[in-house]
């Protein structure tokens, strides 16, 4: 008995354990993005930016996702590369039509993203919704009181919190 017991608390530190926590961990930030982007993947009807270098085109699916950030994460993460690499020759809309369509592409896509801000930035949840929304150079400028008193943060903070609270009210593991 005691060799099976060390033998699961060894399985539970293995490196592939301890990054299906931290992907649990980081979806249940991202149903907090999806929130704040589509009211949980509601409202897919995302508005047309109007300024900038993305003028002209829409984000799609549940988390809000601009094609360019698609492409950007296809591009930089070989396990995308390797199953979506024709996304890469698409025009915008239709790697919005996609991300509208088809929840499992975009789930992946945004996880890619959220673990670039919080691994690969070392962004906290705060910095990196703020990021989600306003771009990582601007999350990397703003300072930690900025981006706390931000709309944007307090909605996904408040969610955030409001569901791990809620979660454990049922008796979910976090």
Same mark, same amino acid.
């Given at each position: ?92 809309? !239709?790697?919005? !039509? ?17 673990? !670039? ?58």
């Amino acid at each position: 008995m005691r060799n099976f017991a060390i033998a699961a608390a060894l399985a539970y530190f293995t490196p592939q354990a301890k990054a299906d926590t931290q992907d649990r961990l980081f979806l249940q930030e991202l149903e907090a993005i999806s929130m704040n982007e589509s009211g949980g993947g509601k409202n897919l009807n995302h508005q047309e930016i109007t300024v900038g270098k993305f003028k002209g085109t829409r984000a799609g699916g549940a988390y809000g996702l601009i094609p360019a950030t698609v492409q950007e994460m296809i591009k930089i993460n070989s396990t995308l590369s390797k199953k979506y690499y024709h996304v890469l020759f698409w025009m915008p809309n !239709q790697i919005t !039509q996609e991300l509208n369509t088809n929840h499992k592409f975009s789930q992946e896509i945004a996880l890619v993203f959220w673990k !670039q801000l919080r691994i690969n930035m070392n962004f906290g949840p705060s910095r990196a919704a703020y990021a989600w929304l306003y771009g990582p150079y601007a999350a990397i400028e703003m300072t930690e009181e900025a981006i706390l008193q931000d709309d944007y943060v307090k909605k996904f903070t408040e969610w955030l919190y409001w569901k791990k609270n809620n979660d454990k009210a049922k008796g979910k593991k976090s």
